[in-house]
């Protein structure tokens, strides 16, 4: 895959107006200060305790799923009818690189904040829940390389919907599920080694930075 062609530079997060410091004086502020990692509940899954640094936190506006505006990172699937033909509607799968794997997984609270964000370039993901609470993903376009880490303003937050789950193209990166109740289940499609040969992962809190998810 080709990758985008931009320099990255968040090893100085404040090059971004998306959440730049002067935002911290502003009444509709996207950029706050947050206690050091370990010190608060609302940390997204797997923050160290160990840094004493204080992270620069961007707020991330959630939107209304569509297939419309989900069309870059991947495709809306929702129920049909049966006996409904094949079409361009139902997920487009790509799982020829490996043994299919199709099961549930059970994950604990994860709140509604990231400092990590992963791409899986060997393979479509379908994601959904079991249940009737919404989850949450933040998402960003493929760009082929961890060398080409989404930039604040790449970032899009969804809202995702009992009844629906969603196929997220070769490549997309992405930081979820999230949720706030105690646990959730989902069914996740993807390969037997996913996790092992493919998960290629950013970590921003190396730039001291981190996202919360606002959700209106």
Not at 12 to 21: N, Q
Not at 125 to 135: A, D, F
Request: aromatic share 10%; with cysteine.
């Amino acid at each position: 895959m080709k990758g985008i062609a931009h320099k990255n530079c968040l090893s100085r997060p404040d090059h971004f107006p998306f959440c730049s410091p002067a935002s911290v004086t502003r009444p509709k502020k996207l950029f706050t200060r947050r206690r050091p990692r370990g010190s608060s509940t609302g940390l997204a899954a797997g923050n160290s305790a160990a840094s004493t640094k204080d992270l620069r936190v961007c707020h991330l506006p959630v939107n209304d799923l569509t297939p419309g505006n989900f069309e870059p990172f991947g495709q809306v699937v929702g129920p049909s009818y049966d006996g409904k033909e094949y079409g361009a509607e139902d997920a487009q799968l790509v799982l020829d690189q490996g043994t299919p794997r199709f099961y549930i997984m059970r994950l604990p609270r994860r709140g509604l904040s990231f400092d990590r964000i992963t791409y899986h370039a060997k393979v479509t993901q379908c994601l959904g829940s079991i249940g009737l609470q919404p989850w949450y993903m933040a998402v960003a376009a493929p760009s082929g390389s961890v060398e080409e880490w989404p930039r604040p303003e790449d970032l899009h937050a969804f809202r995702i919907p009992a009844g629906t789950f969603i196929k997220l193209h070769q490549g997309t990166w992405h930081a979820g599920p999230l949720f706030e109740e105690d646990s959730m289940a989902f069914y996740n499609l993807e390969l037997s080694d996913t996790n092992v040969v493919d998960h290629n992962t950013h970590d921003y809190s190396t730039s001291d930075l981190q996202f919360l998810l606002v959700d209106k």
